[in-house]
């Protein structure tokens, strides 16, 4: 079965495999201690660290290791807010930021600091000079992923860390999904990772802070890992993901090219097999296995698990996959299509045979899904009809009825007719635009009513 997920956790590699296991019966001691079986520990625990900060491109004495990717990140900026509180309390984050870092901006905001959020573009990649824009002589941090989780776009590290310079301004770098790939460029104060994106045992993270940023750790103190990651090493895991980081470091190059080309098979290969889908990212600049498209008129949770009984394990940023119901703050801010996400990630020795097989069955299991929604099937609209205005009442119902409904009465109203369409789900805000934009209607606009918000559009075909 094609395990297509690996942005979320990478299968363990054969390396992190073979060193968990030596690592077991050599590294179960305190590596604290004094004695015979402390010292063997200690070995193993310095031995990673240099083979980490090998990788990172920084000084042993720079990198400690958390028990997560997520941990490191809020330590990382509670630690880097707190030495800089005399500077200020704003914090600078990208819209697509991962949600460990939004969750700590709402915990700064809630204490009664600031935060400012980025915007990026439709292809989810943050302006430089909006971010340099957006530094203020009160910023005590800025945060900047290396690349983005659910599409895959890879961000200006370099150009916003000479902006962040600049302004003598700290910038925390979260690398957990490039890491595996390559260094970050230079310029970064304070870099985090998490071992199980790269293949490594799950239950470790990196958090590298440079000399002479200033940093002052939360919480009670603690003598380990220079008093930011409290409480005993989980070793064997750390050996693990140090001897795993530097055995994909090793053959990213060729297992890169090769998985990009797979890639862009899927990039360039569904647009023709699927009608109605919207592939996300930025097309050059991102990560060599990742993948994100929406396909119209789809609920995301029923198509993912429609790809699990085809033998397919995928991910999703919709809103139909998610408990709140709100689309992904990543499209959201990319201002795409949220129904129907798909997000592709390849682990490393993914065959071109598995990448085939998907293509093949993925036009089916799309189709099979809209007919179960009675999505309308063709492009264009019916003839025009007389009613000059339509409201649809579409309260109460969830991605994508709302489209579908829109797409099956937008041929009700003559050309330079209104529909317009009454929703309280959120992905409404996204995904009737985004239909207009695919369909060549115009999309009017939004505003209040009595209940959830009334959408607007023009017929223009």
Not at 60 to 71: A, I, Q
Not at 231 to 239: D, M, N, Q, S, Y
Not at 275 to 302: A, I, K
Not at 430 to 450: F, H, K, N, S, T
């Amino acid at each position: 079965m094609p395990y297509f997920d690996a942005a979320s956790a990478a299968p363990l590699h054969p390396v992190a495999r073979q060193a968990l296991l030596a690592a077991l019966d050599e590294g179960w001691a305190d590596p604290a201690r004094l004695y015979r079986e402390g010292r063997r520990a200690r070995l193993l625990l310095d031995a990673a660290r240099e083979a980490a900060a090998e990788a990172v491109g920084c000084r042993p004495d720079e990198l400690v290791f958390t028990p997560s990717g997520t941990r490191a990140l809020h330590d990382g900026i509670a630690g880097a807010l707190a030495g800089r509180r005399r500077v200020g309390r704003h914090l600078v984050v990208s819209a697509v930021e991962h949600s460990a870092v939004l969750h700590s901006a709402e915990a700064l905001q809630a204490a009664g600091g600031s935060v400012t959020e980025v915007p990026v573009d439709r292809t989810g990649r943050v302006g430089p000079g909006a971010f340099a824009a957006a530094l203020r002589p009160d910023t005590a941090l800025a945060a900047l992923q290396s690349a983005n989780h659910e599409v895959g776009t890879e961000q200006p590290v370099a150009e916003v860390a000479g902006a962040c310079r600049e302004a003598d301004v700290p910038l925390l770098v979260d690398a957990a999904q490039s890491l595996g790939w390559g260094p970050v460029p230079g310029g970064w104060s304070l870099l985090t990772a998490s071992a199980h994106k790269w293949g490594g045992p799950s239950g470790v993270g990196l958090l590298a802070v440079r000399k002479g940023v200033r940093f002052a750790a939360q919480g009670p103190a603690d003598e380990r890992e220079s008093g930011r990651a409290p409480g005993f090493p989980a070793l064997p895991a750390i050996v693990a993901a140090a001897a795993s980081l530097r055995a994909v470091r090793q053959e990213a190059a060729a297992e890169g090219a090769r998985l990009r080309a797979l890639v862009e098979r899927v990039r360039s290969r569904v647009p023709e097999l699927v009608p109605d889908v919207e592939v996300v990212g930025d097309p050059v600049r991102r990560l060599p296995h990742l993948v994100t498209f929406s396909c119209l008129y789809v609920d995301g949770e029923t198509l993912l698990h429609a790809l699990d009984r085809a033998g397919f394990s995928v991910s999703s940023g919709s809103s139909c996959t998610s408990s709140t119901l709100k689309p992904s703050h990543v499209l959201r801010a990319m201002g795409v299509l949220s129904e129907g996400n798909v997000r592709v990630s390849l682990p490393w020795g993914t065959t071109e045979a598995d990448v085939e097989s998907f293509l093949e069955v993925l036009p089916g299991t799309v189709r099979a899904v809209r007919e179960q929604l009675g999505a309308p099937t063709g492009a264009a609209p019916a003839p025009a009809g007389t009613t000059p205005e339509l409201v649809v009442d579409s309260l109460g119902k969830r991605c994508p009825i709302p489209v579908i409904e829109l797409a099956k009465v937008i041929g009700d109203v003559p050309v330079g007719g209104l529909v317009t369409v009454l929703s309280d789900d959120e992905a409404a805000r996204l995904d009737i635009p985004a239909w207009c934009g695919m369909r060549g209607q115009e999309y009017v606009g939004e505003r209040p009513a009595e209940r959830g918000v009334a959408y607007t559009v023009r017929r223009v075909v």
